[in-house]
């Protein structure tokens, strides 16, 4: 067997390997509100509201939801359909991820890399979440793209394919829009000189410009990114501080190890670091896979001081990750083989394998169990009991309205959402839990108590990350969902309080009777 059919066979068992992985995620872990509001978008009557409701309920660019859209009218609106664009996406990742290992050294970089993001805890808990895994396709593919131009003449076909990529990226995720221009900067370093590298820069951002089109739309839509209240009210809670932030970066490092639990990814780290230092020290230095190392550490770098600080954001380069690891390894295996060849017997590099193949193994069960669990507490509510006519349920806060009408469907079924009063299937940025005044509560709660007395029994379907309380400035305030739950307290009779467990979105239900 040839190098090249061994490296195929390889390749062959680990892309089986990561799909196997990924196949319980997708077909238990169910959808939560992220997920919910594509499912939101997706049925409305016409393109025109369509598109209306990605503006509005959405902060992020179209391509996934048109996509989605797409997709829907071939395979329905269930949960495998609207999970499956993600899951394939994610499992393509691999076969990029092998690529641009082996663009960076070699086709054993290229596998391990390969092997490294198919058993990735974060790759393997995001492969069915949203767009993530579509943008982190996208980031694989146009560094692949960038590290091969900067070798080779940059032909027509070459130049479109960059462009072309990059505009895809920039229209699924605003993280694109400094994705780019790091990469551009490396272009700029090509081997072939600063010429070639200025027009493979300009490949770049021509098609970032693109997103000159869009523009108006993103200025119109509720971003987070840019939203800053001018006069913070005390129910706002505070942005993450600078030890925060720095927290954030420290500890995303950590969860990108293929490595868990956290001890383990440690060890992994300050390994890494001597066989980092070891292989710059003998002039094993590798530039291109350096060059992904590096470009992770500003994503996450510029992440941690926007203060989006959840992992979810980082997720998309991943793969280049993967890449600067397994160089790492490959070096320092290579330096052990080289130094020590004659003194090692030979079952000693099969031993450290399959030791390494085995603490992978604990790793992917890990994030097995994990993705076993359902990302919303309101799948198991729906699904543990038939929903009552005669009760009103109450989504709080109403972020979660999407998961709860996707998983009911049922006409006869009366619900709302506090604090939203119309079209409550629609969620609307900007009465959410962070954006809540006193009098907007107290306003909601008697129309909400109003509504009620139509019904024997009332449901309050809480998110249990919205009740809490909250510090703003020293003092300590009460959360819109506590203050809600404290007026039905000591207006209705409580019947039971069920909590219903989910990884993302766990909630507790709160039966009163009317």
């Keep these: 067997m040839t190098d090249g059919s061994r490296a195929r066979v390889v390749l062959a068992a680990i892309m089986t390997a990561g799909i196997a992985i990924r196949i319980p995620g997708l077909l238990h872990d169910g959808l939560w509100r992220d997920e919910a509001y594509v499912y939101v978008d997706v049925i409305a009557p016409t393109f025109r509201e369509f598109f209306h409701r990605v503006i509005e309920t959405e902060y992020h660019p179209p391509l996934y939801f ?6 829907v009218r071939l395979a329905g609106t269930s949960e495998l359909s609207l999970k499956t664009i993600p899951f394939l996406c994610s499992v393509v990742t691999i076969l990029a991820v092998y690529r641009l290992g082996a663009l960076a050294g070699s086709s054993a970089i290229g596998l391990l890399a390969a092997a490294m993001y198919a058993v990735s805890p974060l790759a393997i808990l995001e492969s069915g ?13 146009l560094a692949a793209l ?10 027509p076909a070459r130049f479109a394919a960059i462009s072309g990529v990059t505009i895809l990226a920039t229209y699924t995720h605003y993280a694109a829009l400094f994705y780019v221009p790091v990469l551009a900067v490396w272009a700029l370093s090509s081997p072939r000189g600063l010429r070639h590298g200025a027009a493979l820069a300009a490949a770049l951002l021509l098609g970032a410009l693109s997103f000159v089109l869009w523009l108006p739309d993103f200025l119109s839509q509720p971003n987070p990114y840019l939203l800053k209240p001018a006069n913070p009210a005390p129910l706002v809670v505070p942005p993450p501080d600078a030890t925060e932030r720095l927290a954030f970066f420290a500890w995303t490092i950590v969860r990108s190890m293929p490595l868990w639990p956290e001890k383990l990814a440690i060890v992994l780290i300050a390994l890494l670091a001597a066989a980092l230092i070891g292989a710059v020290m003998s002039r094993r230095f590798n530039a291109d896979a350096i060059a992904m190392g590096s470009i992770y550490a500003v994503a996450l770098a510029v992440v941690s ?12 380069f991943e793969g280049l990750l993967c890449v600067f690891l397994a160089w790492i390894v490959a070096a320092w295996f290579e330096r052990i083989a080289h130094k020590y060849s004659r003194v090692l017997p030979r079952w000693v590099p099969v031993a450290i394998a399959t030791g390494c193949l085995f603490i992978l193994t604990e790793d992917a069960i890990f994030a097995l169990h994990t993705a076993g669990m359902p990302k919303s507490g309101i799948r198991t509510f729906v699904a543990s009991q038939p929903l009552d006519p005669a009760t009103l349920y109450v989504v709080v806060p109403d972020y979660m309205t999407a998961t709860f009408v996707f998983y009911v469907r049922d006409p006869r079924v009366a619900y709302t959402a506090f604090t939203q009063t119309d079209h409550p299937e629609v969620f609307r940025f900007g009465t959410d839990g962070s954006h809540y005044s006193p009098r907007a509560v107290r306003s909601a709660t008697a129309r909400l108590e109003s509504k009620a007395r139509a019904y024997r029994r009332l449901d309050l379907i809480v998110d249990d990350a919205s009740d ?20 039905m307290e000591a207006r209705y009779p409580l019947l039971a309080q069920t909590r219903y467990p989910g990884r993302l979105e766990a909630v507790t239900v709160y039966r009163f009777r009317v």
């Design 146 to 155: 960038v590290m091969k131009a900067r070798r080779e003449p940059l032909r």
């Design 468 to 487: 809490a309380q909250e510090m703003w400035q020293g003092v300590l305030y009460r959360s819109p969902a506590r203050w809600l739950l404290d007026s």
């Design 66 to 71: 048109l996509i989605s859209d797409a997709w």
């Design 305 to 316: 001081a926007a203060g989006r600080l959840n992992v979810r954001y980082v997720v998309p």
């Design 129 to 141: 979440d949203y767009l993530y895994p579509l943008m982190g396709l996208l980031c694989t593919v």
